[in-house]
T-cell receptor
Framework: QVQLVESGGHVVQPGRSLRLSCTAP????????MHWVRQAPGKGLEWLAV????????FYADSVKGRFSISRDNSKKTLYLQMNGLTTEDTAVYYC????????????WGQGTLITVSS | EIGMTQSPATLSVSPGGRGTLSCRAS??????LAWYQQKPGQAPRLLIY???TRATGIPGRFSGSGSGTEFTLTISSLQSEDFAVYYC?????????FGGGTKVEIK
């Protein structure tokens, strides 16, 4: 069974930065593209970013471009999301997820980690 | 950005009944469309990809159809575990985008 485990969920003040992590112990992490998707309380899914299996390419939603940065360390089987300049609108559950290639359907999801941006 | 519109927002169906969910893209996505199911407090789960291919382990009562801009997810005989929110997602172009979701509730 595919396992994706997010961490880094926190209550953070507006304007601050935070880095999320997602570890993927149970599959060949380096063979898959990895995504971050978020869901604000009571709202739908919002795709944020993807990074290719070899980290050579990444793509972002306009809503986070320039503020968020996705990265990965294949040797550690870990995905990251660096989030800067957080606002209250970034309050959400953040999911990491995988797909066979960057522009593809998502076949597995983590359980999510909650980020609350509040003063 | 390709906009994805799902309808209806809420669908009330009796157990054993048939549910038909719609997803419309603002421009053609060919067959590059997936459907996901999400239950309260859980992560989404892949149901359908390529507009009509069921993911591994998904029961045959779930079927997807359509191409271009119009897509349909049909649940042929709703079971208690099928009452959830369903999202469509296009992966034809950047950025990837989701529809707003359809909540399937018990009638």
């Amino acid at each position: 069974q595919v396992q994706l485990v997010e961490s880094g969920g926190h209550v953070v003040q507006p304007g601050r930065s935070l880095r999320l992590s997602c570890t993927a112990p149970g599959f060949t992490f380096s063979s898959y593209a990895m995504h971050w998707v978020r869901q604000a309380p009571g709202k739908g899914l919002e795709w944020l970013a993807v990074i290719s299996s070899d980290a050579a390419n990444d793509f972002y939603a306009d809503s986070v471009k320039g503020r968020f940065s996705i990265s990965r360390d294949n040797s550690k089987k870990t995905l990251y999301l660096q989030m800067n300049g957080l606002t209250t609108e970034d309050t959400a559950v953040y999911y990491c997820a995988r797909s066979y290639s960057s522009r593809n359907w998502i076949d597995s999801w983590g359980q999510g980690t909650l980020i609350t941006v509040s003063s | 950005e390709i906009g994805m519109t799902q309808s209806p927002a809420t669908l009330s169906v009796s157990p054993g009944g048939r549910g038909t969910l719609s997803c419309r893209a603002s421009q053609s996505v060919r067959s590059n469309l997936a459907w996901y199911q999400q239950k309260p407090g859980q992560a989404p789960r892949l149901l359908i990809y390529g507009a009509s291919t069921r993911a591994t382990g998904i029961p045959g009562r779930f079927s997807g159809s359509g191409s271009g801009t119009e897509f349909t997810l049909t649940i042929s005989s709703l079971q208690s575990e099928d009452f959830a929110v369903y999202y469509c997602q296009q992966y034809h172009d950047w950025p990837l985008t989701f529809g707003g979701g359809t909540k399937v509730e018990i009638k």
